[in-house]
Protein backbone atom coordinates (compact mmCIF):
# COMPACT_ATOMS: atom_id res chain seq x y z
CA UNK A 1 0.00 0.00 0.00
CA UNK A 2 0.94 3.59 -0.65
CA UNK A 3 1.95 6.28 1.61
CA UNK A 4 1.10 10.27 1.36
CA UNK A 5 3.71 12.46 3.27
CA UNK A 6 3.25 16.08 3.85
CA UNK A 7 5.49 18.42 5.41
CA UNK A 8 8.30 20.82 4.55
CA UNK A 9 10.67 20.43 1.51
CA UNK A 10 13.25 23.01 2.46
CA UNK A 11 16.59 23.92 1.63
CA UNK A 12 18.99 23.34 4.84
CA UNK A 13 22.20 24.92 5.09
CA UNK A 14 24.12 23.23 7.92
CA UNK A 15 27.25 24.24 9.76
CA UNK A 16 29.30 21.32 12.15
CA UNK A 17 32.61 22.23 14.46
CA UNK A 18 34.49 20.28 11.06
CA UNK A 19 32.10 21.12 8.21
CA UNK A 20 29.78 23.77 6.46
CA UNK A 21 27.23 22.56 3.69
CA UNK A 22 24.71 25.03 2.27
CA UNK A 23 21.45 25.01 0.56
CA UNK A 24 21.02 20.87 1.15
CA UNK A 25 17.58 18.85 0.09
CA UNK A 26 15.71 19.12 3.67
CA UNK A 27 12.79 19.29 5.48
CA UNK A 28 10.39 17.30 7.03
CA UNK A 29 8.30 15.51 4.39
CA UNK A 30 11.80 15.61 1.99
CA UNK A 31 13.67 13.16 5.11
CA UNK A 32 10.15 11.15 6.09
CA UNK A 33 8.96 10.89 2.08
CA UNK A 34 12.83 8.92 0.86
CA UNK A 35 12.90 7.22 4.22
CA UNK A 36 9.28 5.72 3.67
CA UNK A 37 10.29 4.76 0.19
CA UNK A 38 12.56 2.11 0.91
CA UNK A 39 9.31 0.31 2.07
CA UNK A 40 6.39 1.49 -0.11
CA UNK A 41 5.65 3.46 -2.64
CA UNK A 42 5.68 7.08 -1.53
CA UNK A 43 3.18 10.31 -2.58
CA UNK A 44 4.49 13.63 -1.50
CA UNK A 45 2.41 16.46 -0.94
CA UNK A 46 4.40 20.08 -0.17
CA UNK A 47 5.85 23.38 -2.03
CA UNK A 48 9.13 24.68 -3.20
CA UNK A 49 9.86 28.07 -4.85
CA UNK A 50 11.41 28.56 -8.33
CA UNK A 51 15.34 28.07 -6.92
CA UNK A 52 14.73 24.53 -6.15
CA UNK A 53 17.17 22.44 -8.18
CA UNK A 54 16.26 20.01 -10.27
CA UNK A 55 18.99 17.79 -8.93
CA UNK A 56 16.57 17.72 -5.80
CA UNK A 57 13.46 16.60 -8.15
CA UNK A 58 15.58 13.78 -9.68
CA UNK A 59 16.48 13.08 -6.15
CA UNK A 60 12.93 12.19 -5.36
CA UNK A 61 12.39 10.39 -8.31
CA UNK A 62 15.32 8.30 -8.02
CA UNK A 63 13.38 6.69 -5.00
CA UNK A 64 10.19 6.32 -7.19
CA UNK A 65 8.06 9.31 -5.20
CA UNK A 66 5.02 10.78 -6.73
CA UNK A 67 5.36 13.87 -7.10
CA UNK A 68 1.92 15.11 -8.51
CA UNK A 69 1.42 16.76 -5.28
CA UNK A 70 4.74 18.90 -5.05
CA UNK A 71 3.71 22.40 -5.74
CA UNK A 72 6.00 24.83 -7.50
CA UNK A 73 5.28 28.88 -6.61
CA UNK A 74 6.68 31.79 -7.36
CA UNK A 75 9.24 32.88 -4.98
CA UNK A 76 11.65 30.98 -2.78
CA UNK A 77 11.95 27.65 -1.40
CA UNK A 78 11.68 27.67 2.83
CA UNK A 79 15.05 27.97 3.73
CA UNK A 80 16.93 26.83 7.23
CA UNK A 81 20.28 27.79 8.76
CA UNK A 82 21.64 25.81 11.28
CA UNK A 83 25.17 25.11 13.78
CA UNK A 84 25.57 21.99 15.92
CA UNK A 85 27.62 21.82 18.60
CA UNK A 86 30.59 19.31 19.49
CA UNK A 87 28.01 17.42 21.10
CA UNK A 88 25.44 17.04 18.75
CA UNK A 89 22.42 16.99 21.18
CA UNK A 90 23.35 20.81 20.89
CA UNK A 91 21.99 23.38 17.81
CA UNK A 92 21.13 26.54 17.53
CA UNK A 93 18.93 28.03 14.40
CA UNK A 94 20.98 30.79 12.63
CA UNK A 95 18.20 31.72 9.94
CA UNK A 96 14.76 31.39 8.73
CA UNK A 97 13.67 31.99 5.75
CA UNK A 98 9.99 30.75 4.93
CA UNK A 99 9.41 32.20 0.99
CA UNK A 100 6.64 30.48 -0.37
CA UNK A 101 6.02 28.17 2.41
CA UNK A 102 4.43 30.92 4.44
CA UNK A 103 1.38 30.56 2.30
CA UNK A 104 1.62 26.83 1.39
CA UNK A 105 -1.47 25.37 1.47
CA UNK A 106 -1.77 21.26 0.81
CA UNK A 107 -4.66 20.83 -1.45
CA UNK A 108 -4.38 17.01 -2.87
CA UNK A 109 -4.86 15.45 -6.06
CA UNK A 110 -7.37 13.48 -7.16
CA UNK A 111 -6.17 10.58 -6.54
CA UNK A 112 -4.40 11.10 -3.51
CA UNK A 113 -7.41 11.25 -1.38
CA UNK A 114 -7.46 7.45 -1.04
CA UNK A 115 -4.30 6.78 -0.20
CA UNK A 116 -4.44 4.55 3.12
CA UNK A 117 -1.02 5.57 4.91
CA UNK A 118 -1.18 9.20 5.86
CA UNK A 119 2.38 10.79 7.45
CA UNK A 120 1.44 14.31 8.43
CA UNK A 121 5.16 15.31 8.51
CA UNK A 122 6.27 18.16 11.31
CA UNK A 123 4.08 21.21 9.83
CA UNK A 124 1.16 23.49 11.46
CA UNK A 125 -1.54 21.25 12.64
CA UNK A 126 -4.10 23.58 10.74
CA UNK A 127 -2.40 22.51 7.21
CA UNK A 128 -2.68 19.08 8.76
CA UNK A 129 -6.07 19.56 9.75
CA UNK A 130 -6.40 20.52 6.32
CA UNK A 131 -5.05 17.59 4.73
CA UNK A 132 -7.41 14.88 6.48
CA UNK A 133 -10.29 17.06 5.90
CA UNK A 134 -9.12 16.06 2.24
CA UNK A 135 -8.92 12.25 2.84
CA UNK A 136 -11.51 9.36 2.73
CA UNK A 137 -11.31 7.22 5.01
CA UNK A 138 -7.49 6.52 5.24
CA UNK A 139 -6.15 3.23 7.23
CA UNK A 140 -4.00 4.77 9.69
CA UNK A 141 -2.93 8.11 10.22
CA UNK A 142 0.39 9.55 12.19
CA UNK A 143 1.22 12.96 13.24
CA UNK A 144 4.32 13.73 13.91
CA UNK A 145 5.00 17.72 15.67
CA UNK A 146 7.72 19.92 17.33
CA UNK A 147 7.59 22.18 20.47
CA UNK A 148 6.67 25.43 18.41
CA UNK A 149 3.31 24.41 17.48
CA UNK A 150 2.73 23.20 21.50
CA UNK A 151 4.07 27.20 21.89
CA UNK A 152 1.50 29.18 19.62
CA UNK A 153 -0.98 26.38 18.29
CA UNK A 154 -1.66 23.99 21.53
CA UNK A 155 -5.76 24.30 20.35
CA UNK A 156 -5.20 23.20 16.91
CA UNK A 157 -2.72 20.35 18.31
CA UNK A 158 -5.01 19.42 20.81
CA UNK A 159 -8.32 18.96 18.66
CA UNK A 160 -5.92 17.12 16.28
CA UNK A 161 -5.07 14.58 18.37
CA UNK A 162 -8.51 13.13 18.17
CA UNK A 163 -8.65 12.41 14.54
CA UNK A 164 -5.27 10.83 14.59
CA UNK A 165 -4.26 6.98 15.44
CA UNK A 166 -0.67 7.89 16.12
CA UNK A 167 0.94 10.24 17.51
CA UNK A 168 5.09 10.79 17.20
CA UNK A 169 7.23 13.54 19.59
CA UNK A 170 10.12 13.93 21.47
CA UNK A 171 10.68 13.52 25.45
CA UNK A 172 10.70 16.81 25.83
CA UNK A 173 7.35 17.99 23.82
CA UNK A 174 6.00 15.15 25.87
CA UNK A 175 7.07 16.48 28.91
CA UNK A 176 6.07 20.15 27.65
CA UNK A 177 2.46 18.85 26.74
CA UNK A 178 1.36 16.81 29.88
CA UNK A 179 3.57 18.55 32.04
CA UNK A 180 4.37 15.41 33.10
CA UNK A 181 8.26 14.41 33.56
CA UNK A 182 8.02 10.62 33.27
CA UNK A 183 7.56 9.65 29.60
CA UNK A 184 5.57 6.24 30.38
CA UNK A 185 3.11 8.49 32.43
CA UNK A 186 3.24 11.41 29.80
CA UNK A 187 1.96 8.83 27.24
CA UNK A 188 -0.81 6.80 29.15
CA UNK A 189 -1.79 11.04 29.39
CA UNK A 190 -1.70 11.72 25.51
CA UNK A 191 -3.56 8.55 25.28
CA UNK A 192 -6.47 9.81 26.59
CA UNK A 193 -6.19 12.95 24.46
CA UNK A 194 -7.18 10.70 21.46
CA UNK A 195 -4.19 8.62 19.45
CA UNK A 196 -4.38 4.68 20.19
CA UNK A 197 -0.48 4.65 19.86
CA UNK A 198 2.19 7.39 21.32
CA UNK A 199 5.64 7.27 20.20
CA UNK A 200 8.40 9.19 22.12
CA UNK A 201 11.29 9.74 20.61
CA UNK A 202 14.37 9.94 22.43
CA UNK A 203 17.24 11.08 20.23
CA UNK A 204 20.48 8.55 20.51
CA UNK A 205 18.39 6.33 23.44
CA UNK A 206 15.23 5.61 20.58
CA UNK A 207 11.96 5.76 21.16
CA UNK A 208 8.98 4.22 23.13
CA UNK A 209 6.19 2.91 22.14
CA UNK A 210 2.84 3.19 24.40
CA UNK A 211 0.16 1.28 22.77
CA UNK A 212 -2.81 -1.46 24.01
CA UNK A 213 -0.67 -3.85 23.72
CA UNK A 214 1.38 -2.23 26.34
CA UNK A 215 5.41 -0.73 26.10
CA UNK A 216 7.76 -1.34 23.65
CA UNK A 217 11.30 -0.13 23.98
CA UNK A 218 13.35 0.49 20.24
CA UNK A 219 16.94 1.63 20.44
CA UNK A 220 18.82 3.61 18.25
CA UNK A 221 21.28 1.24 15.81
CA UNK A 222 24.80 2.63 18.03
CA UNK A 223 27.17 4.83 15.27
CA UNK A 224 30.39 5.41 16.19
CA UNK A 225 30.44 8.51 14.55
CA UNK A 226 27.36 11.10 14.04
CA UNK A 227 27.84 13.57 10.89
CA UNK A 228 24.45 15.53 11.50
CA UNK A 229 21.16 14.71 13.11
CA UNK A 230 19.14 17.08 10.91
CA UNK A 231 16.13 15.11 9.57
CA UNK A 232 17.02 11.79 12.02
CA UNK A 233 13.49 12.05 13.78
CA UNK A 234 11.46 12.32 10.17
CA UNK A 235 13.60 9.70 8.97
CA UNK A 236 12.31 7.56 11.96
CA UNK A 237 8.56 8.01 11.56
CA UNK A 238 9.44 7.57 7.29
CA UNK A 239 10.67 4.24 7.80
CA UNK A 240 8.42 3.01 10.39
CA UNK A 241 4.92 4.25 7.92
CA UNK A 242 6.50 2.64 5.22
CA UNK A 243 7.21 -0.42 6.59
CA UNK A 244 3.49 -0.76 8.06
CA UNK A 245 2.46 0.10 4.67
CA UNK A 246 3.98 -2.73 3.03
CA UNK A 247 3.30 -5.49 5.44
CA UNK A 248 -0.05 -7.51 5.56
CA UNK A 249 -1.63 -7.42 9.20
CA UNK A 250 -2.59 -5.60 11.99
CA UNK A 251 -0.96 -2.81 13.11
CA UNK A 252 -0.13 -3.88 16.66
CA UNK A 253 1.41 -7.27 14.52
CA UNK A 254 4.00 -5.07 12.66
CA UNK A 255 4.38 -1.69 14.41
CA UNK A 256 7.94 -2.81 16.76
CA UNK A 257 9.32 -4.17 13.76
CA UNK A 258 8.63 -0.87 11.93
CA UNK A 259 10.22 1.42 15.05
CA UNK A 260 13.13 -0.88 14.32
CA UNK A 261 13.30 -0.31 10.51
CA UNK A 262 12.41 3.45 11.31
CA UNK A 263 15.80 3.81 13.80
CA UNK A 264 17.94 2.32 11.16
CA UNK A 265 16.94 4.37 8.48
CA UNK A 266 17.40 7.43 10.91
CA UNK A 267 20.95 6.15 11.84
CA UNK A 268 21.45 5.99 8.06
CA UNK A 269 20.61 9.61 8.23
CA UNK A 270 22.78 10.60 10.61
CA UNK A 271 25.99 9.53 9.14
CA UNK A 272 25.42 12.33 6.40
CA UNK A 273 25.26 15.54 6.00
CA UNK A 274 21.22 16.01 5.10
CA UNK A 275 19.79 13.51 2.88
CA UNK A 276 23.44 12.51 1.34
CA UNK A 277 23.99 9.32 2.94
CA UNK A 278 20.65 8.29 3.13
CA UNK A 279 19.78 8.73 -1.04
CA UNK A 280 22.87 6.38 -1.14
CA UNK A 281 21.38 3.27 1.04
CA UNK A 282 19.82 0.25 -0.05
CA UNK A 283 17.26 -1.46 1.27
CA UNK A 284 19.54 -4.29 1.40
CA UNK A 285 22.00 -2.38 3.62
CA UNK A 286 18.80 -1.60 5.89
CA UNK A 287 17.70 -4.76 6.39
CA UNK A 288 21.45 -6.09 7.40
CA UNK A 289 21.03 -3.83 9.71
CA UNK A 290 17.91 -4.28 11.19
CA UNK A 291 19.66 -8.37 11.67
CA UNK A 292 22.20 -6.40 13.24
CA UNK A 293 20.17 -4.56 16.06
CA UNK A 294 18.15 -7.70 16.08
CA UNK A 295 21.40 -9.66 17.43
CA UNK A 296 21.96 -6.53 19.64
CA UNK A 297 19.22 -6.55 21.97
CA UNK A 298 18.33 -10.11 21.83
CA UNK A 299 18.72 -12.43 25.69
Not at 5 to 19: C, H, N, R
Not at 164 to 171: I, K
Not at 198 to 218: Q, R, T
Not at 249 to 277: P, Q, T, Y
Request: aromatic content about 8%.
Amino acid sequence: MSVLVVGSTALDSIKTPKSENPRLLGGSASHAAVAASFFSPVKLVGVVGEDFPKRYVQLYRKHGIDLEGLQVTRGKTFHWAGEYEVNMNNRRTLATELGVFETFTPTLPGQHHDTPYVLLANIAPALQHHVLDQMRRPKFIVADTMDLWLNIALPDLLKLLRRVDAFVLNDSEARQLTKEDNVVVAARKIHRLGPKYVIVKKGEHGAILSSPSGLFVAPAYPLRKVVDPTGAGDSFVGGLVGYLASRKGSIDANLRRGMICGSVVASFCCEGFGLRKTTQVTRSMIDARVKELEGLVKF
